[in-house]
């Protein structure tokens, strides 16, 4: 009976060693665990229960973290300042996706494209200048670009680099050494005589109006 009570009590102490000997030990990445280095290397961990592999099956079968929980005092941390600092990243994940498509906006307003240019000289017709007056003098100073939507010919798109330099030049406080940039772009929006054969139609099937009838026959009636 002493033997079998020893033998449990060695089997107590194994399993409340393990449970309890982690902390003066060092960590898988090799770090002492509890040491400022350590907490500092766990100190990004994200929230919330992990998702572990399992016989066969992800337990929750949902997404969530993987890898070592959080320490306690980090959870702590996390718990006490919630939703800070994760809801000022999600804040500016939101800008960032918002400031690109600014970006990408203003780049597409102040591209050059192939009806700012004459077909046959290449130089840049009445409606290029007024673009690129526009670009010069009324777009912001920091999207303040001239893009060129270049096509497959380097000949055409350097004719036309040149055709906008030298409208540089006519246009008044213009700085002549504006870079060109060239990129890949295809027109917004549809064709003037197209707009204007959709009005033209849309005006030619209007029905003709029509008095009402009702202060009519009442008139009639009395």
């Known amino acids: 009976m002493v033997r079998i009570q020893g033998t449990v009590a060695l089997l107590v102490l194994a399993v409340t060693s393990s449970a309890v000997a982690d902390w003066p030990f060092t960590a898988k990445d090799g770090l002492k665990r509890g040491s400022k280095e350590y907490y500092e290397a766990r100190a990004s961990d994200p929230p919330g ?18 890898g070592p929980n959080q320490t306690f005092i980090h959870k702590y941390h996390h718990t006490h300042y919630w939703p800070y600092p994760y809801n000022c990243e999600d804040q ?27 077909p046959a000289t290449g130089e840049l017709n009445s409606s290029g200048m007024r673009h ?30 040149r055709s906008i330099q030298q409208g540089l030049l006519k246009i008044a406080a213009a700085d002549p050494s504006m870079v060109v940039n060239p990129r890949i772009a295809n027109p917004d929006g549809r064709p003037g005589t197209e707009v204007n054969m959709i009005f033209q139609k849309a005006s030619e099937s209007m029905p003709p109006p029509v008095l009402s009838q009702i202060g009519v026959n009442a008139k009639t009636s009395n």
């Open 92 to 118: 500016q994940a939101t800008r960032d996706i918002i400031n690109t498509q600014v970006t990408n906006g203003w780049a597409n307003a102040t591209t050059m494209h192939e009806y700012h240019f004459d």
């Open 49 to 66: 229960s992990r998702q572990h592999y399992k016989a066969g099956k992800l337990w929750p079968p949902y997404p969530r973290p993987v």
């Open 132 to 161: 690129l007056q526009w670009i010069v003098q009324s777009v912001p100073e920091e999207y303040r670009q001239i893009h060129l939507a270049t096509t497959y010919d380097p000949q055409v798109n350097s004719e036309r680099t």
